[in-house]
Antibody, heavy 121, light 110 residues
Framework: EVQLVESGGGLVQPGRSLRLSCAAS????????MHWVRQAPGKGLEWVSG????????GYADSVKGRFTISRDNAKNSLYLQMNSLRAEDTALYYC??????????????WGQGTLVTVSS | QSVLTQPPSVSAAPGQKVTISCSGS????????VSWYQQLPGTAPKLLIY???KRPSGIPDRFSGSKSGTSATLGITGLQTGDEADYYC???????????FGGGTKLTVL
């Protein structure tokens, strides 16, 4: 059974940093692309970033480009999102999500339960 | 403003059929596969349809997907109260080099 467990969320002041983690299990982690997708309170889904199986292909939404960095450690079956220069508009539930193949343009097929990030002074 | 356009809400009676549209452009729907996701209240999204019209194992055949040109449609037949949820379309956008989602459609089963 695929399991994606996010951690690292919390309350942070504007301009500060936070690092999210996602622990994956139930599948061969290094065979698949991974993503971060966020959902602001009461709003729709917004893709944040994706990374291919070997980190050779990485993409970011324009809204986070230059501030967020996605990475993965295949030896630890883990996905990360380093978030710097946080803004109030980054407040959202952040989902870790799995692609159904190695490339970041493949469909997203599994989602974690999310970790909440609140940016406020 | 989402790259993909969905109606904010649809409704129908139990047992009836409903369709949800998703409109895009040649850089996304027109040249890439479409997925559909169901988000029940307070839960994470769940994949319903991938590659325009394929259902993952465990998804009942009451759910169907289709694509024509730069638009896609999700169909749900035999509506049940448990189908009340938000539904999102999503696809890769080749120009943006990013995944894009529709704004979501809230389904109410009256």
């Amino acid at each position: 059974e695929v399991q994606l467990v996010e951690s690292g969320g919390g309350l942070v002041q504007p301009g500060r940093s936070l690092r999210l983690s996602c622990a994956a299990s139930g599948f061969t982690f290094d065979d698949y692309a991974m993503h971060w997708v966020r959902q602001a309170p009461g709003k729709g889904l917004e893709w944040v970033s994706g990374i291919s199986w070997n980190s050779g292909s990485i993409g970011y939404a324009d809204s986070v480009k230059g501030r967020f960095t996605i990475s993965r450690d295949n030896a630890k079956n883990s996905l990360y999102l380093q978030m710097n220069s946080l803004r109030a508009e980054d407040t959202a539930l952040y989902y870790c999500a799995k692609g159904d193949s190695s490339a970041i343009d493949a469909p997203i097929d599994y989602w974690g339960q999310g970790t909440l990030v609140t940016v406020s002074s | 403003q989402s790259v993909l356009t969905q109606p904010p809400s649809v409704s129908a009676a139990p047992g009836q059929k409903v369709t949800i549209s998703c409109s895009g452009s040649s850089s996304n729907i027109g040249n890439n596969y479409v997925s559909w996701y169901q988000q029940l209240p307070g839960t994470a999204p769940k994949l319903l349809i991938y590659d325009n019209n394929k259902r993952p194992s465990g998804i009942p055949d009451r759910f169907s997907g289709s694509k024509s040109g730069t638009s896609a449609t999700l169909g749900i037949t035999g509506l049940q109260t448990g189908d009340e949820a938000d539904y999102y379309c999503g696809t890769w956008d080749s120009s943006l080099s990013s995944w894009v989602f529709g704004g979501g459609t809230k389904l109410t089963v009256l």
